[in-house]
Each structure stands twice: as C-alpha cells, then as structure tokens.
C-alpha cells in the first residue's frame, strides 16, 4: 500500500456516536474473500432507502460530503463486532483517514494494518474541527511528520500517534512487508532446519 507523510482531502462529518460495525457493514455483505468490493455496501441502511434509493437525509449523501477522504466521527467509533471488513469498506469507499474522540481498540488496531490513519483527539476538538468543515472549511492536510491537522494556513490540531504505526503508515509497509524485510535470514534458516 502506498505510504504518505502529509495528505490533503476533504472532510466529511458523521456526526454520531457509538457507530458500530454492523453499521458500517451490514453482516449480509460478508460473503466475500476479497478486501475489496465492500465500498458500495458502506453505511447500507442509512445511505439508502428500502427501495434502494439514496436516502438524502444522511450525512455522507449530502453533496458537500461527495468524494470525502477524510472521516470526522463521534464517540466510540467501530464499536460491536471485531469484523475486519469495516475498514476495508471504509478504504474501499475513499476514506484515508478517520478522526474520532475515541475508537474501539480492535476496529482501531484493524483500520491502521490496512493503512488508514486513525486519530484520536478530545472532543472539544473534534467539535471545533466539525464545525469548521460545517461552516465550509473541508479541505484538511494532515502531516504525520509534524502530527498536526492543518485548516489552511492554520494549525486546527495536533495529535499524538504511536511511533511503530506512523513509521508503518509513512512508509506503506503492513505486517507482510515487515517479514519480507528478513526474506534472506528466513530463506538461511529454512536451509540450515532442511525445511526446504
């Protein structure tokens, strides 16, 4: 996957809490193996109406929400099941990074190993960053060098990340790339036991 050190997209609010994963991906989409394909699906029964239209009334439908890369979420965000398809219809659907005052730890730990930045910032904080994309304010660059969300010229926020994930996300490695890095010794190793 592609590594980034500052990302510049537009914001989208959802504003709600304890969104869990069955929100993000109703369970009757989980019949693929495959990461992708699961976008469409993403937030099923609220964006469409039971006869399949789009339902106006939710946050992502909007028009100023269209090609949102960046997700600014309520409390407790990922909650319920451990699903790993949550993120992956997340990705698959544009967003790149999520914002939220807190997360579930294992939608948290699942979203960073397919490379979507997740952070946690204090309430008071993401109600100044919501409200300043509310007001027109969408476009967000995020440096995970300096680890600070910018609104234009202006700092809106910094924030604290762990420095294993942020060398991951910097360089796109996920946890395949880091055992390839020692392809050689594993490869000496297989020889020396006579595995291969």
Known sequence: MPGFKT??????????????????????FLKRVERSGFGQYLFFDWRFNRDGTPNAEF????????????????????????????PWALKDYGFKVIIAPDFADIFY????????????????VIDQLKTSVENGNKKLTLSLDRQEISAGTEVAASFDFDP?????????????????????EISQFENKMGVV
């Open 7 to 28: 990302f510049t997209g537009t914001a989208a609010v959802l504003d709600r809490e304890n969104v869990d994963t069955d929100q993000i991906i109703p369970k009757q």
């Open 109 to 124: 730990n699942n979203s960073l190993k397919n490379g979507i930045l997740v952070i946690t910032l204090p309430k008071p």
């Open 59 to 86: 946050e992502l439908n909007k028009e100023d929400a269209e090609g949102a890369e960046i997700l600014i979420a309520g409390a407790n965000f990922g909650c319920g099941s451990s699903r790993e398809h949550a």
């Open 164 to 184: 294993y994930w942020k060398e991951m996300l910097q360089n796109g490695w996920d946890e395949i790339s880091i055992t390839m890095q020692y392809d050689d």
